[in-house]
């Protein structure tokens, strides 16, 4: 994740993006970016109280990010940035999860839970 100054123009914003999609899809492989757009920030960071906020995912090797890092510290546009290690079992436990909850469910019989009357215990007592 990375946090771009939100005071930036739009033209400018998409380049410094296209910059760091250019850089990954070079080096590793480049799944998406999702962008998540302009958000306060919880606190001023270089007296900036706005952001623009972008999620780059990617899979790549360690030097990857070591090179990543060294192109963002020199990047002065940018305010923060953050690289998390994705967990794929995680990923997959989550497709297989959406993927049950959309199949339909077929209704079985119908069993009251014991200690509740039925309509034929009533009718035997009459």
Not at 20 to 41: C, H, M, P, Y
Not at 110 to 119: M, Q
Request: proline fraction near 3%; charge should be negative; include cysteine.
């Amino acid at each position: 994740m990375i946090v771009f100054d939100g005071t930036l123009s739009d033209d400018t914003l998409q380049k410094e993006q296209s910059q760091i999609e250019e850089f990954l899809k070079q080096n590793a492989t480049f799944e998406k970016t999702d962008v998540w757009g302009k958000r306060s920030l919880a606190y001023a960071i270089n007296k900036k109280k706005i952001g623009y906020y972008c999620l780059f995912l990617y899979e790549g090797e360690g030097t990857i990010v070591n090179g990543l890092e060294y192109h963002i510290k020199l990047n002065e546009q940018i305010l923060r940035h953050q690289t998390v290690v994705r967990n794929v079992k995680n990923d997959t436990a989550r497709v297989a999860f959406f993927e049950q909850k959309d199949k339909p469910v077929e209704p079985g019989p119908l069993v009251k839970p014991e200690g509740e009357k039925t309509d034929e215990a009533e009718e035997e007592k009459e």
